[in-house]
Each structure stands twice: as structure tokens, then as C-alpha cells.
Nanobody, 121 residues
């Protein structure tokens, strides 16, 4: 099957930067959209950023201008560079990828286990 492994979370001061990375492994026939979502305590999971296979991107309104998403199709990775972080960016960040793991099956959504990002002084 397919696994997504996230790295790069942690504690950062307001105004600081953090880079998250996610690597997909396993049976991958095709790698479609990849992205990052986040969920803060008591809130619904929301889109942070998404990048399609043609490299077109979509960003959540609350992070526009502060984050950049990128992907490496050869390495099957997606990264999220976050700058000017605010306390309200504190959340668990989840990697997401739409992957076809078999030529006989439709692409399936896969999720990582999540990585904690805490923005605090």
C-alpha cells in the first residue's frame, strides 16, 4: 500500500519560519494532487495548500502570501515552507495525496499521521 511520512513540525516563535516535508512511499502508479491540511483544537480540518500534478497551486485564505508549497515528482515528496508564522497557525498539519496505487483502481486519498506545529513565544 501507500504511506505518507511527515517531518519538520515543532515549536517556533511568532514571526519565525518552518518547513514541513512529506514523502510518499509504497505502491505508486501515479501521483496526483498533493497538499497540506491543518486542524486546530476545536476546529475543523482546513486546507493550507495544495499542488496539482501540473504544479498549479491553491492556498487557504488565512495563509496566502506566507506559505509556499512545492513538490518533487521523482522523489514523491511535497514540502510546505511557512514564513511569518502566527500563534493562530498552531495546529496539527496533515499531509494529503491523491495516489493511484494500481492501474486497475481509481486514485485514492491518503493521509499522513500529522505533525504538530506550535507557534508561541
Amino acid at each position: 500500500q501507500v504511506q505518507l511520512a511527515e517531518s519538520g513540525g515543532g515549536l517556533v516563535q511568532p514571526g519565525g519560519s518552518l518547513r514541513l516535508s512529506c514523502a510518499a512511499s509504497g505502491s505508486i502508479v501515479s501521483l496526483n494532487a498533493m497538499g497540506w491540511y491543518r486542524q486546530a483544537p476545536g476546529k475543523e480540518r482546513e486546507l493550507v495548500a495544495r499542488i496539482n500534478s501540473d504544479s498549479s497551486t491553491q492556498y487557504g485564505e488565512s495563509v496566502k502570501g506566507r506559505v509556499t508549497i512545492s513538490r518533487d515528482n521523482v522523489k514523491a515528496t511535497v514540502s510546505l515552507q511557512m514564513n511569518s508564522l502566527k500563534p493562530e497557525d498552531t495546529a496539527v498539519y496533515y499531509c494529503n495525496a491523491l495516489i493511484r496505487s494500481s492501474p486497475y483502481r481509481a486514485p485514492t486519498d491518503y493521509w499522513g499521521q500529522g505533525t504538530q506545529v506550535t507557534v508561541s513565544s
